[in-house]
């Protein structure tokens, strides 16, 4: 704190003030709070050093060695390696040019369907991200969101009932993967019937990608999905951004030339050096970090049944993802839930659950919890159960949030360090945000 003073302190206060606010976050969310968000994750002190390089500052529209600018010779390496590396992890050509999962979407979605076609989506409360609503991209697009039929008790696609639907609806394309995921979807069956009545299939795995690559959930390009797109920073712990796969190369040529001009001219190159980085680490050390992660959520639910929490798919072992999902209306809902855990240092979001209204937006029954970034941080099942504890503490004993908050910053003392990820020497070892902040 002592080198930010100085600097702080010799500042304007538009500056000082931005800055403060940066640090006091920095410390909070990386060193003091347990963080269950299912869609985040931190990269790796390599990764994060490789992001803050002089390519943020620079532009490469186009494609490698075929830019419109001048300049470009090693980010073109990059952006090679980076979409190699991942190819080789996916089985499939990968354009890392998306400069997220919902710029992915958007130009997949471009290229399979024109205004006023539809595309068959999960419906919002069963797990649909806003990218494949009329409220989101989708809406943006001028496509039409047919709800898929969806089983609220198993947590999936009601397979005979969708296939049907497929064949009366005979939508431009069915989308599978969603926000809230916590059994792997019948990618077969659905792309049996999509493609008998020319439909294509997109998975959107930007939840599981980092599951996909670490071999613990099914490829859904093995499966007969023709496109998968994804964000990088869920499961997947690199920088923000987002990708697409498919082994279609006529299909892939296609969305690429969606990708840039219309939804991204500069892709924000930074990202790359950072990608290829995280995916050089995920292919050394992504099976051992993926089984962890299932093994962790698995053991949270396990552990908060236990406590005496309403966690769902009881009947099918809770989850086979990152992700828990809890019904929290015993304990007041999702808001209130979600606020209290804030305020003990315990970051979750409140979730709509497939029973809930679709208006129930504001304050649905439930919670989403992910295990992944505190897996990064070297947890495992029996902080799972502590973690468990401090919930039912702050939800159902209604103890001081803020009592439990300092405990909770004290126990998050001994996890810190990033695990999979190269072993590398000091100062970088600890990171840049370290360094900085
Ligand atoms: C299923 C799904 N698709 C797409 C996205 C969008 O990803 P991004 O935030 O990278 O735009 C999300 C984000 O949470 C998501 O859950």
């Known amino acids: 704190m002592g080198y930010w003073e100085d600097v ?9 003030e931005v800055l403060r606010f940066t640090l006091m976050h920095n410390r909070w969310r990386r060193f003091e709070t347990i963080n269950l968000i299912a869609s985040e994750n931190v990269m790796s002190p390599l990764a994060e050093a490789a992001y803050v390089s002089d390519m943020m500052h620079r532009y490469a529209e186009g494609k490698p060695f075929k830019r419109y600018y001048q300049g470009t010779r090693y980010v073109d390496e990059v952006e090679v390696r980076a979409a190699r590396l991942l190819g080789e992890l996916l089985g499939a050509e990968v354009d890392p040019r998306p400069i997220s999962g919902t710029t992915a979407n958007a130009s ?3 290229v399979l369907a024109p205004c006023n076609s539809k595309a068959l989506i999960a419906p919002v409360q069963a797990g649909a991200h806003v990218s494949h609503t009329k409220f989101g991209t989708l809406g943006a697009l001028c496509i039409e969101h047919i709800e898929m039929p969806y089983d609220a008790e198993n947590m999936n696609v009601d397979v005979d009932r969708a296939v049907k639907m497929i064949e009366e609806v005979r939508p431009s394309f069915v989308v599978l993967g969603g926000s809230v995921y916590l059994f792997p979807h019948p990618v077969r069956e659905i792309a049996e019937a999509a493609h008998a009545v020319g439909a294509r299939v ?3 795995a930007a939840h599981v990608l980092g599951l996909i690559v670490g071999k613990r959930w099914r490829n859904p390009l093995d499966h007969g999905a023709d496109v998968m797109t ?3 920073h869920k499961t997947f712990p690199g920088p923000q951004g987002g990708i697409v796969a498919s082994r279609d190369r006529e299909l892939f040529k296609r969305i690429g030339r969606a990708i840039f001009p219309y939804f991204v001219s500069n892709h924000h190159l930074h990202r790359l050096p950072a990608l290829a980085v995280t995916a050089a680490e ?9 089984d962890q992660v ?3 959520a698995k053991a949270l639910a396990e552990a908060l049944a236990a406590e005496g929490f309403r966690v769902l798919g009881e009947h099918l072992g809770y989850t086979r993802s990152h992700q828990v999902v809890v019904d929290v209306r015993p304990q007041g809902g999702g808001a209130k839930a979600a606020t209290l855990l804030e305020e003990a240092n315990i970051i979750t979001n409140k979730n709509l ?3 809930d209204p679709p208006d129930a937006i504001k304050d649905p029954s439930g919670l989403r919890l992910g295990v992944q970034e505190m897996t990064r941080f070297g947890m495992k099942e029996d902080n799972m159960r502590d973690i468990a504890r401090f919930m039912k503490r702050v939800l159902i004993d209604r103890e001081d949030p803020k009592r439990v908050a300092r405990e909770v910053t004290e126990y998050r003392r001994e996890y810190v360090e990033v695990r999979y990820t190269f072993d590398i020497e000091p100062p970088l070892k600890d990171g840049v945000l370290r360094l900085l902040f």
């Open 8 to 16: 702080m302190g010799g500042l304007p206060p538009e500056a000082a």
């Open 108 to 110: 997949v979605f471009r």
């Open 202 to 204: 997109v998975y959107d």
């Open 230 to 232: 994804a964000s990088t």
């Open 282 to 290: 995920m292919k050394y050390y992504g099976e051992a970090y993926a």
């Open 294 to 296: 299932v093994r962790n």
């Open 353 to 355: 659950l497939p029973y």
